[in-house]
């Protein structure tokens, strides 16, 4: 065999098991929406079981949809962070429709994963990646407030939702940036498959 022969046979090796790898990724970006969607839906009733006003506070729901935005391909988790909250409002009453908080917090949450998932593609760390999906999430929030919520006649001010948004809501902000991060690094190791995107270079 010559080595153009042998070269292009590894060439077609390689091809095939990059088709294997990204074919078996995305089933597990499948497992993991389901997952993480349903963890968004339960983890935010045990917040709410602690005290009212406890959502607010520490944001129980974008943490498993941070976590998946880091974990999965930032299509999947975008799609996933915007059907949650809806999703959640539906069968638990959390968030509520009206006012319009659930669609509010929908853009939000897809902003959080989808941009914290096209960071990681980029191979940015994953502390970088957080910060990128929360700064969207808090943009997208407002741009959500300033025409939809303003066309259901959500009357709140984009000054005091920036406001309420950092100032009441930094436990969420720090449990996103310390614990979310922690447990995506402890699920990379322990994966067959590693991270996603790999390292990066």
């Given at each position: 065999?010559?080595?153009?022969?042998?070269?292009?046979?590894?060439?077609?090796?390689?091809?095939?098991?990059?088709?294997?790898?990204?074919?078996?990724?995305d089933a597990r970006?499948?497992?993991?929406?389901?997952?993480?969607?349903?963890?968004?839906?339960?983890?935010?009733?045990?917040?709410?079981?602690l005290g009212p006003?406890?959502?607010?506070?520490?944001?129980?729901?974008?943490?498993?949809?941070?976590?998946?935005?880091?974990?999965?391909?930032?299509?999947?988790?975008?799609?996933?962070?915007?059907?949650?909250?809806?999703?959640?409002?539906?069968?638990?009453?959390?968030?509520?429709?009206?006012?319009?908080?659930?669609?509010?917090?929908?853009?939000?949450?897809?902003?959080?994963?989808?941009?914290?998932?096209?960071?990681?593609?980029?191979?940015?760390?994953?502390?970088?990646?957080?910060?990128?999906?929360?700064?969207?999430?808090?943009?997208?929030?407002?741009?959500?407030?300033?025409?939809?919520?303003?066309?259901?006649?959500?009357?709140?001010?984009?000054?005091?939702?920036?406001?309420?948004?950092?100032?009441?809501?930094?436990?969420?902000?720090?449990?996103?940036?310390?614990?979310?991060?922690?447990?995506?690094?402890?699920?990379?190791?322990?994966?067959?498959?590693?991270?996603?995107?790999g390292k990066k270079?």
């Open positions: 065999m010559t080595d153009s022969a042998v070269h292009e046979e590894s060439r077609a090796t390689q091809a095939e098991a990059s088709t294997e790898r990204r074919l078996v990724l970006d499948l497992a993991l929406a389901g997952l993480f969607g349903a963890l968004g839906i339960v983890v935010p009733i045990a917040f709410h079981a006003g406890m959502g607010p506070i520490f944001l129980p729901m974008y943490l498993p949809i941070l976590a998946l935005g880091l974990l999965a391909s930032p299509s999947v988790s975008a799609q996933v962070g915007f059907i949650t909250p809806l999703l959640s409002s539906v069968l638990t009453g959390m968030p509520p429709l009206a006012p319009p908080v659930a669609i509010l917090m929908a853009f939000e949450l897809a902003a959080l994963a989808g941009i914290a998932g096209a960071a990681r593609a980029a191979r940015l760390p994953l502390l970088v990646a957080c910060v990128a999906g929360i700064v969207a999430s808090r943009i997208a929030g407002a741009l959500a407030l300033m025409t939809i919520g303003r066309a259901l006649g959500y009357d709140k001010s984009v000054v005091s939702y920036a406001l309420l948004s950092f100032a009441m809501a930094w436990p969420g902000i720090l449990l996103q940036l310390t614990v979310v991060p922690g447990a995506v690094a402890l699920i990379e190791r322990t994966s067959i498959l590693g991270p996603r995107w270079r």
